[in-house]
């Protein structure tokens, strides 16, 4: 009885010890494939995790083949692996990285922000943030963080085998030389608009000085001619080029104010604005009530000045062109900060998301880049038989400061006015 109770103890284990052999060589067989970069050991000091060390791995070279930077984050945030290009970027070593949570390599005000977006789930959106190490003087690194929820499923088998846990795959795009050549292209941009605006200035002045002038003497010579006719066919014929000749400095003052108001430069944007509406009238016989708030006295940067000036006659000149329209108001407004131009018109209207869309003149794709490139938007409004409204803002930061020279900055008048022409 003795023999048999001791045999069945012997083969008792034999189950256990089966299925804790098939356990380890599955676990073997995941981690010399690379399907698994830790395992858990039990111990005296109960269970630990021990990482494998898989640089030679093809996952571990592709991830660390990237130009961003990726790491495997916890549910809670919490870095359990991070490429090379993770470490150049956040400019610590993976060692002190592993483990921690991936919020503290931002700055304090952002952490909240990016605790939300890794709760929330990124869905494969990037958003921008401010990567920066307090524990140094390096400079602040602008990053897009986006993120890919992932299913881990453990090497086990039979009874043992768990559900797969969550991670997030986090993508750390560094955005310095992006923002680097963003910022060289808008600086381009400006110097590009400020040349053609000074040739506009230098043609206008030209216009203005030599062929006004010229022109102006003709004028003058003509009416001498007129007055000193001997006979009535001298006289009518004086009078006529004298005509031509009157119209013609006036068309040719015209084209001047088109290119570059000097009133611009000397008034301001306010006079300039109001010149032009009224030139407006008088070529096309439209009706324009222009209100002026709060800018008469401002001090607006040059670029500032003739941006606005722009938009508005490219507005007015497609109210004059498309519109067909009976009256328009323009309100040329700052507040709050923001310096804002509204045209609206009565006119048959058309369909402002195709029109945009299919656009390919300079007009409405000048006006925006003009405003981007201060910060600023053009919006559209217009619907077939409901006529059309051009927004545009520029916000805060636009008035110089009072000892920066401005055009303009002779006026002095209250801060609101009103201009029906007609």
Do not use: C, W
């Amino acid at each position: 009885m003795r023999r048999k109770r001791t045999s069945g103890r012997r083969r008792s284990p034999v189950p256990g010890l089966r299925a804790r052999l098939s356990e380890a060589e599955a676990t073997l067989e995941a981690i010399r494939t690379g399907a698994v970069d830790a395992v858990i050991v039990s111990g005296p000091e109960g269970e630990q995790t021990r990482a494998i060390e898989g640089a030679t791995h093809p996952y571990h070279v592709l991830l660390n083949a990237m130009n961003d930077g990726a790491a495997l984050l916890a549910p809670d945030g919490r870095i359990l692996f991070g490429n090379r290009r993770l470490g150049e970027i956040a400019r610590a070593p993976l060692e002190r990285l592993r483990g921690s949570p991936l919020q503290q390599l931002f700055a304090r005000a952002e952490r909240a922000r990016v605790d939300q977006f890794l709760r929330e789930g990124g869905q494969n959106r990037a958003r921008e943030f401010t990567m920066v190490d307090e524990r140094a003087s390096a400079t602040p690194v602008g990053i897009a963080l986006s993120e890919i929820p992932l299913e881990i499923q453990p090497a086990a088998t039979g009874a043992e085998a768990r559900s797969g846990a969550a991670v997030l795959m986090a993508i750390i795009t560094d955005l310095t030389e992006r923002k680097r050549a963003e910022a060289t292209r808008l600086e381009l941009m400006k110097r590009l608009i400020s040349a053609e605006d000074e040739e506009r200035r230098r043609f206008a002045r030209e216009l203005h000085d030599e062929t006004g002038q010229s022109l102006t003497a003709l004028l003058v010579g003509l009416r001498a001619i007129e007055e000193r006719a001997v006979t009535l066919d001298v006289h009518t014929a004086a009078q006529q080029l004298r005509s031509v000749a009157a119209r013609t400095v006036d068309d040719v003052g015209r084209l001047a104010r088109g290119l570059h108001p000097s009133v611009l430069d000397d008034l301001g944007l306010a006079a300039a604005a109001r010149r032009h509406v009224n030139d407006f009238t008088k070529s096309f016989g439209v009706a324009v009530d222009l209100r002026v708030d709060g800018i008469v006295s401002l001090r607006l940067s040059p670029l500032v000045q003739t941006t606005m000036y722009r938009i508005l006659q490219e507005a007015l000149t497609n109210v004059a062109r498309h519109a067909r329209a009976r009256s328009v108001d323009v309100e040329l407004t700052y507040e709050g900060g923001a310096l804002e131009l509204a045209v609206r018109d009565d006119g048959v209207g058309f369909d402002a998301g195709e029109t945009v869309h299919k656009a390919s003149g300079l007009g409405l794709h000048g006006m925006r880049e003009r405003v981007a490139l201060l910060g600023g938007a053009v919006e559209i409004e217009s619907s077939p038989g409901h006529g059309t409204v051009v927004r545009a803002r520029i916000p805060g930061g636009i008035a110089l400061p009072p000892d920066e020279p401005s055009a303009g900055s002779g006026v002095s008048a209250p801060g609101r006015n009103r201009n029906r022409a007609h």
